[in-house]
């Protein structure tokens, strides 16, 4: 799902016209289209259809609760930082599409500075399973994703 800020929005020019504006509501009126963002259940609902995936395959792989599961993507539980993260790997997602999940949820990106974080990286670099990573994090004594 990449072009999520569609038109003249990339970070850049965003910045651009932030600094250019001559006070916070001029720019929030001007950039009100390049600042949407979709609510993370339609998102997540989208990335299905591309890869033919249903929901309930995606909860299973990312390893929440299946009721959980379902009520992220139906729009009714906001995920932590921690569920986002499961269900990048749920989707097998990239470390690009994964830092823009992440962003679509409003949630910090992953840091390479951050022990944990680059545990994480590093799995979905080397494109490995929720389990792996769940095992890599406490093979090293770092928090399981979903322990947070």
């Known amino acids: 799902m990449t072009g999520l800020l569609t038109k003249d929005s990339h970070t850049s020019s965003i910045f651009r016209k932030l600094f250019k504006s001559p006070d916070i ?3 929030l ?14 998102y997540i609902t989208g990335l299905c ?14 390893g929440i609760e299946r009721a959980f ?5 139906n729009g009714t539980r906001k995920p932590s930082r921690d569920k986002v993260i499961q269900l990048a790997f749920g989707f097998e997602l990239n ?15 992953l840091y390479p ?4 974080d680059a545990v994480i990286l590093h799995c979905i670099q080397k494109e490995k399973s929720i389990y ?5 994090l406490q093979e090293l004594g770092l928090p399981l994703l979903g322990d947070k």
């Open 95 to 109: 470390i690009k599409d994964t830092q823009m999940l992440l962003q679509v949820a409003q949630k910090s990106l």
């Open 132 to 136: 792996e990573t769940q095992s890599k």
């Open 113 to 116: 500075r951050i022990k944990r």
């Open 29 to 42: 009126k001007g950039t009100v289209d390049d600042l949407w963002i979709p609510p993370f259940h339609e």
């Open 49 to 62: 259809k591309p890869k033919n995936l249903i929901p309930e395959h995606v909860i299973k792989r990312a």
């Open 25 to 27: 509501e001029t720019f």
């Open 69 to 73: 599961g379902h009520q992220i993507f």
